[in-house]
């Protein structure tokens, strides 16, 4: 447990000294927020009509703030874990340490805690901006805070196996970058992040349906954004069951893979 512990440590330290790292998974959905929020300050609100026929606004920051949410999910778990443990895995980092007495768990409860502690860190932060600096009114409801829980603690469990899974896709690390940040650029467009998920052709949302992140972000605006906007999901409802068992499904999945594919160096090496 102490060898663990000090992994979360040693694995935090190791985040934080790298700029690109930090920018572009812990600071890139805040600073996404505050350019949605600016550009959009002057536009007209969204509005979803409630059953009783009156529009129901909300503004730009809170539109978004949900699907950045999950994006950040995504990015500290999937795209931080890929990238970091391929760069590891290509200079020769992994073999060193299978070369130790080091547990495998251990290495993973290391990658895993730091992602667990950036992302918590990080929401807070996107949170505490969106509410005090963009005038964003976050839910006084405790069953929504119930379900904000049981989304972000599913959220982060999948991103991370599916991060260490994609990992072992680059054959070197300097292609890591190249081979994963694409495809989950991707995912936030599709998904419903930037890009209001009805407005997308139906085969599109077929394709993005079967990913978490379209599941991540429809869960978080299930929590942030008033009920009236389910009528802008497909059925009219957020559908936070389909959406609790898909990403259990990639969980499960993503498990597998990485039992099944991880090694301390590449067998081509």
């Known amino acids: ?64 703030l949900p699907g950045l949410v999950a994006t950040g999910i995504l990015l500290s778990g999937t795209q931080s874990l890929g990238v970091d443990i391929a760069g590891e895995r290509s200079d020769g980092t992994l073999k060193r340490l299978g070369g130790t007495p080091l547990p495998v768990l251990s290495y993973f409860v290391g990658k895993i805690g730091m992602v667990l ?3 918590v860190v990080q929401t807070a932060l996107l ?53 994963i940040v694409p495809v989950v650029l991707v995912l936030q467009f599709i998904s419903g992040v930037y890009l209001p998920f009805m407005q997308l052709p139906d085969w599109l949302q077929d394709v993005a349906s079967v990913f978490p992140l379209r599941w991540m972000a429809s869960g978080m605006r299930a929590v942030f954004l008033p009920d009236t906007f389910a009528s802008g999901e497909p059925g009219g409802a957020w559908h936070l069951g389909l959406g609790a068992l898909l990403l259990a499904a990639w969980l499960a999945l993503g498990t597998v893979a990485c039992l099944l ?9």
Do not use: H, Q
């Not at 969106?130 to 999948?158: H, N, Q, R, Y």
């Not at 991103?159 to 054959?171: D, K, Q």
């Open 1 to 64: 447990m102490k060898t663990a512990t000090s992994r979360i440590g040693y694995e935090i330290r190791s985040y934080f000294r790298a700029p690109d790292a930090v920018f572009f998974t812990f600071l890139f959905p805040v600073v996404m927020l505050a350019l949605f929020s600016a550009a959009f300050a002057d536009a007209d609100p969204i509005s979803a009509v409630a059953a009783n026929g009156r529009p129901i606004d909300v503004d730009y920051a809170t539109y978004y």
């Open 117 to 119: 502690v950036t992302t």
């Open 127 to 179: 949170l505490a901006m969106a509410s005090l600096v963009f005038g964003v009114e976050l839910p006084t409801d405790a069953d929504k805070w119930g379900v904000f829980a049981g989304i972000m603690v599913l959220s982060i469990a999948t991103s991370c196996v599916l991060g260490i899974a994609i990992s072992a896709l680059p054959r070197e690390g300097r292609r890591a970058t190249a081979t």
């Open 261 to 269: 594919t991880f090694r301390w160096n590449r067998k081509d090496s």
